[in-house]
């Protein structure tokens, strides 16, 4: 049993507590935006909100989510409103398969809630996700364009 | 959700087709089913053109969407020559089943070889061209006036004396009129729609969750499968003890699948991998569990120098010149195994009755699927379908092979009625691969007194991906794979580009047992690497700047030199770099585009930084020059994460690699700055493709400018195997 808070929703999922919070989300709560990956933490397709804080859901056992706020790509905008880094992202046109854009995305809102106006080398040191269509340079100007948004 | 169509498969052509390399590659199905299933919109306009009462343009696609925008292309070319309203368009897959019961009416469905655009957009420009053409005649039926006087602009019609009407009106009239055939063709010089940076499809729910992969699939009664294959290519399945998991939680079934892989199905994707994870699966290896990394090298280096290759590209006398030079230079490269690795592992969902079988697939062939389908259900044609899904990353992974496709349906087959969505793990998708081919390459070039290059001969001693994959072509060719010739072949699409007096480019064909994919690019990522490194070898070897003696080769090469003049300009190769930078140039024609990059680099102990790169691209025409700049800003991030990390080693049998904390990819701090120039040159040439060519030249402008930077030649790949890292 694992008792949490998703974009707001209070649930109560029955799950073994190794099981990873990625797939607790994925398949419990229904909620399939969040992405595997890799499942080892290393490329940041699942990356989700836990309390605030941008987290790898597939390496994070939903035990250690009990009692959490969690927050998905589903949850970022604010009901037709959109984040201001998902609104970047339509306006640079940053996705091209998109995969990875749900982790991305997600990371990049924890970054500007920490630095409003991060440097090109704040992105570099905190945005370690993996796109393999290649898009990073419409990623850092979306980055830019959303902190001067 | 974005699912849809049906078809068959039928004929594939692959890489450097009709135009040179001659290869066209067909492969038959039985198929012939009698009754349509597709809900496709109407009222049809042809095949490719549906406007609906309110005025809402649907356009038909056959080819997969990927990330590489060629959907959006598609859909620009049609509404070009329809003259529609861009806001109003949108487009529709029809199943690969469809197509199949149609006659294939839509063609081919396969999207490689960076052919989405470049091989389909005379006839759907043609398809555009005639919905308009029936539109205009039937406002002129309705209106009684010559068609002539009418004029299609914006999905609006107008007539003399004021005669006003949309393409929405007049669509079910124009849809019972005949399908003008080959009509007139727009001049591009006049495009509106096409050749504009319009906002592609489909982006708002790639960045709110909502677009749905095949990962993502939800139906009722679903259960989740996940799989291994034996790790030792060529292996199958001893034995498993299926008891030690069935009582697990959510463990619904426990399964071989073929002779080569073992199954669990389960309620939940976690539950079946915990379940698969602690099932003893005892494998029989097979011949191969003796075969290492080091094994195949031994092997292919001994093709370096055998008497026994095939010939892709020969003129004068190569091996003359060379032993009658004034001076010698030989050098020898190796490429790797590579992994696509998709962000979206591989997955298929299928549904299985006695009698039909559907599948839910991210594919970049849809017919190829269908093949699958056919193949492992045991169904005819007309019982079968293919739902095309948009996908998390293709690469070449998923076209020519449908294994995962294979997989599901014969678990499916197992529990009839129940919709099972098969995942791979990451781990799986590392192991069970159809890899970029190793390669290794001699190259020799030889120099008469005065520093001409009087000749050069490229011997190529490693894996054909033809070979295993369509071995009735390779047996058409008398053995030889013309595929492995990606960019120095005599001709053609993939036409080399430069003249030498005495050239011969030869394969000695050397087959591990790992089995061997199209990796985006193909061949042209070694071949590239070794024709343009060893052209700055040669150029150093002469004493020449690495330009001026290429120039010197290209007489007969316009648009090669066009392009690569582009990016030396650009990069300010004529005048000096500044301090500590070194820059390095590489060129190729691949996918009938010409390609360039230039790239400055500096070196600090073993971290080399990759400033900036210019990259030219000259495909002929440009359909959305912004999805051009992503593409290859994109194919630098491929490239470069290939040169630096990724090598897939062999170790008893299998492969070591197993994810990304092994199997690295570049992230956004390691991304240079590139520039990209289009240039389009026009006329009436065959089009050139986009998604790949590029690539190719990632590695070879770093190299050269990082053997300028330090004196040192590398030569074999990826780069941390020589404690080298990117910064």
């Not at chain 1, 709560?29 to 940041?44: D, E, F, H, W």
């Not at chain 2, 009698?34 to 009462?53: D, I, N, R």
């Not at chain 2, 079988?357 to 190829?368: L, S």
């Amino acid at each position: 049993m694992a008792r949490f808070t998703v974009n707001g929703r209070a649930v109560d999922i029955d799950v073994d507590p190794n099981t990873p919070l990625l797939w607790a989300i994925r398949e419990n709560v229904g909620l399939t935006g969040t992405k595997y990956g890799c499942g080892i933490a290393q490329c940041g397709a699942c990356t989700v909100h836990v309390d605030g804080v941008a987290t790898r859901s597939c390496a994070f056992p939903v035990s250690a989510a009990e009692g959490k706020q969690i927050t998905t790509i589903e949850g970022l905008a604010q009901g037709n409103t959109l984040h201001k880094v998902q609104q970047a992202w339509i306006e640079h046109e940053v996705p091209q398969c998109g995969y990875c854009q749900s982790g991305m995305i997600m990371a990049v809102a924890q970054l500007l809630k920490n630095k409003p106006k991060p440097t090109d080398a704040d992105i570099d040191s905190t945005i370690t996700n993996i796109c393999r269509c290649g898009t990073f340079q419409q990623v850092r100007a979306a980055i830019h364009a959303a902190a001067n948004a | 959700m974005n699912v849809m169509p049906k078809m068959n498969r039928r004929s594939f052509v692959i890489g450097s087709a009709a135009a040179g390399g001659g290869l066209a590659i067909g492969f038959d199905l039985p198929f012939g089913p009698k009754e349509a299933s597709a809900q496709l919109a109407t009222p049809e306009l042809g095949v490719w053109v549906v406007v609906k009462p309110d005025d809402t343009v649907v356009v038909r696609i056959a080819r997969s969407e990927m990330g590489q925008g060629t959907i959006t292309g598609l859909a620009q070319l049609v509404a070009e020559e329809l003259e529609a309203d861009w806001s109003k368009v949108t487009y529709e897959y029809p199943t690969p089943g469809e197509n199949v019961k149609r006659k294939r009416a839509w063609q081919s469905y396969s999207t490689g070889g960076s052919r989405g655009i470049r091989e389909s957009h005379e006839y759907v420009r043609q398809g555009g061209a005639a919905a308009r053409l029936m539109l205009l005649q039937a406002a002129a039926n309705e209106w009684k006036v010559p068609v002539e006087q009418l004029k299609a602009e914006n999905s609006t019609i107008t007539g003399p004396g004021g005669l006003s009407t949309t393409f929405g009106k007049v669509a079910e009239a124009a849809s019972k009129l005949p399908v003008p055939e080959k009509p007139a063709l727009k001049d591009p010089k006049n495009w509106k729609i096409a050749g504009k940076p319009i906002k592609r499809f489909g982006t708002r729910q790639r960045v709110t969750g909502q677009q749905i992969y095949g990962f993502d699939l939800k139906m009722p009664g679903m259960l989740i499968a996940t799989i291994k294959e034996c790790p030792v290519f060529g292996g199958k399945v001893k034995s498993f003890d299926a008891a030690k998991v069935t009582s697990m939680k959510g463990v619904k079934k426990v399964l071989q699948v073929g002779d080569t892989a073992v199954a669990v199905v389960a309620d939940t994707f976690w539950q079946a991998k915990t379940a698969l994870d602690a099932l003893p699966i005892v494998w029989d290896e097979g011949p191969n569990a003796k075969v290492s990394s080091a094994s195949i090298a031994e092997w292919l280096k001994a093709g370096l120098d055998a008497d026994q290759a095939f010939v892709g590209n020969q003129n004068g006398d190569a091996k003359a010149a060379i032993a009658g030079a004034a001076k010698k230079v030989e050098a020898v490269y190796s490429y790797p195994y590579q992994n696509h690795v998709c962000m979206e592992p591989m997955n298929a969902t299928a549904l299985y009755t006695p009698d039909k079988c559907e599948v839910w697939v991210p594919t970049q062939d849809g017919e190829g699927s269908f093949a699958a389908v056919l193949a492992a259900s045991g169904l005819p044609a007309d019982k079968c379908d293919v739902h095309k899904i948009d996908l998390g990353g293709g690469f070449g992974r998923r076209g020519g092979f449908q294994d995962y496709v294979h997989q599901a349906v014969r678990i499916a087959k197992e529990m009839p009625g129940t919709p099972i969505k098969l995942l791979w793990t990451r781990e799986e998708d590392m192991v069970q691969g159809r890899y970029h081919p190793v390669m290794q390459c001699k190259m020799v070039g030889a120099f008469d007194k005065d520093n001409n290059l009087t000749g050069l001969h490229m011997r190529l001693s490693g894996q054909s991906i033809l070979a295993s994959v369509r071995p009735q072509v390779v047996e058409q060719d008398k053995g030889r794979d013309a595929l492995t010739f990606q960019g120095v072949f005599q001709s053609g699409e993939h036409a080399f580009g430069y003249s030498v007096p005495n050239l011969l480019i030869d394969h000695s064909m050397r087959n591990p047992h790992v089995p061997p994919g199209f990796w985006r690019g193909v061949n042209i990522n070694q071949n590239c690497i070794f024709i343009e490194c060893f052209m700055d070898e040669l150029a150093a070897a002469a004493g020449q700047d690495p330009l001026t003696f290429r120039r010197k080769l290209m007489d007969k090469h316009p648009r090669n030199l066009a392009v690569l003049n582009a990016v030396a300009e650009r990069i300010g190769w004529d005048k000096p770099a500044p301090q500590g930078i070194y820059r390095g140039l590489a060129h190729m024609k691949a996918f009938n585009a010409y390609v360039a990059g230039a790239a400055e680099v500096s070196v600090t102990g073993d971290k080399i930084k990759v400033h900036r790169i210019v990259a030219a691209t000259d495909a002929t025409y440009a359909v959305n020059p912004a999805q051009i700049d992503r593409q290859v800003a994109g194919s630098f991030v491929y490239g470069l994460s290939a040169l630096f990390w990724q090598e897939c080693t062999v170790k008893d049998g299998r492969i070591v690699e197993t994810n990304f904390d092994t199997y690295d990819s570049m992230r956004i701090a390691q991304m240079p700055k590139v520039e990209t120039i289009s240039m389009p040159s026009g006329g009436s040439g065959p089009w050139g493709g986009i998604g790949e060519p590029t690539i190719c030249v990632a590695a070879p402008a770093v190299m050269n400018a990082y053997a300028k930077a330090t004196g040192t030649r590398i030569r074999s790949f990826p780069l941390k195997n020589h404690k080298l890292q990117i910064a």
